[in-house]
């Protein structure tokens, strides 16, 4: 009896609607009024049947049977020899006999990725693609505002192209499984309960095939390793926690029919946020925080921004007094955009406290001939006030 899902040209992963569809088909293509076998015919339907049936297929894909475990091979011999690391618990009996049960647990499904069905040599991989990988790439600002260009080296293992993976150059049929790859054993599924449950054989691994010969490109390994380089553009606009995704360059797996992509983050490296002199980066846009004298916060500055990524560079502030916390603006000044030009660059002032010796009369009457206002006479009638503290660090929000 051949296996229900190949009947149909399919694995045991099929959909519902790709076993109907391929059962429509093979019926069209097979039926006896058209000149096919009868008993070929037959095959399909039943296949058919079974697999669209929830509960017969969860049965068959179980047992391996389409009528709950009674065909297929009996109790198998030597199971504990096999490396497998289940716990034997009494005689294997006929199915269905009481307080009978191999402890088999999902080991198996774990260790195989629920196995390549009954029947037949396991098929190469689950199919689909393997994992991804991802690296983090350091960069400072400096980086991300000039772009930079990274080789990437390391080994990528590849299927054996001279014996396509088998790692084999002569083979023969495994002797203990007789070539099928798999073989049955009792498994428990409930109080009492067995069900007859095909693994992949342990002599062979499911391959079917015993090695004679091994390949002389890949010395049996199945595999062959590379050096592969990876040239990695970052250009500008890019930013902190961008993924670069580079298709299919992860090694070729076992299980896997096509290999993952190595997804590559570019990570700002140079943050220890909150320090005078550094930049926080939004957007396409820079802040940083600069000290100024009370008396610059009042009469104008010059910046010196030493470790402005695009290189050192003065600012120049003219427009009048600032109080402490204002945020002064410079177009152009932030980081390079994507399509071109370059976000603001917003520079918030700390203004330092003010000095604390008194004006003399003669200060004071200079500063209000410029700032206008009356100068305060001393009133002797009134309580005189006294600095306790001056919390010039006051931070004010600029949002
Ligand atoms: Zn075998
Ligand atoms: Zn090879």
Known sequence: ????????????????????????????????????????FKAIQEAHEVLTDEERRRMYDMTGSVDGGAGGGGPPGGMAAGGFPFHFMGGA????????????????????????????????????????????????????????????????????????????????PCGQCGGAGSKTIMRAIGPGIMAQTRVPCDGCGGDGKRVLRACGACHGKKFVEREKMLEIKITQGMKDGQNLVFEGECSDMLEFERPGDVVLTLRRNDMGLGELDEYEWTGDDLTIRKSVTFAESILGFTLHLDKHPGGARKVVWRGGPLIHGAVVQREGGGMPRASGGFGVLHIQIHVAPPPTVPWSPEDAAKLMSVLGGAVATGDDSATTLKLDSCDSRLVVDRE
């Open 93 to 172: 009996g006929p199915f269905g006999m009481p307080g009978v049960a191999f402890d088999v647990g999902d080991v198996f499904s774990h260790l195989f990725g629920g196995g390549g069905g009954p029947g037949g040599p396991r098929p190469r991989g689950r199919g689909g693609k393997g994992p991804n990988k991802q690296h983090d790439i350091g960069m400072t600002l400096g980086d991300f505002y000039r772009g930079k260009e990274i080789k990437l080296k390391f080994n990528q293992a590849r299927r054996c192209g001279t014996c396509d993976g088998s790692g084999a150059d002569k083979t023969e």
């Open 1 to 40: 009896m051949s296996d229900l899902y190949e009947r149909l040209g399919l694995n045991s992963s099929a959909s519902k609607e790709e076993i109907r569809r391929a059962y429509k088909d093979l019926a069209r293509e097979k039926h006896p009024d058209r000149g096919g076998n009868a008993e070929e």
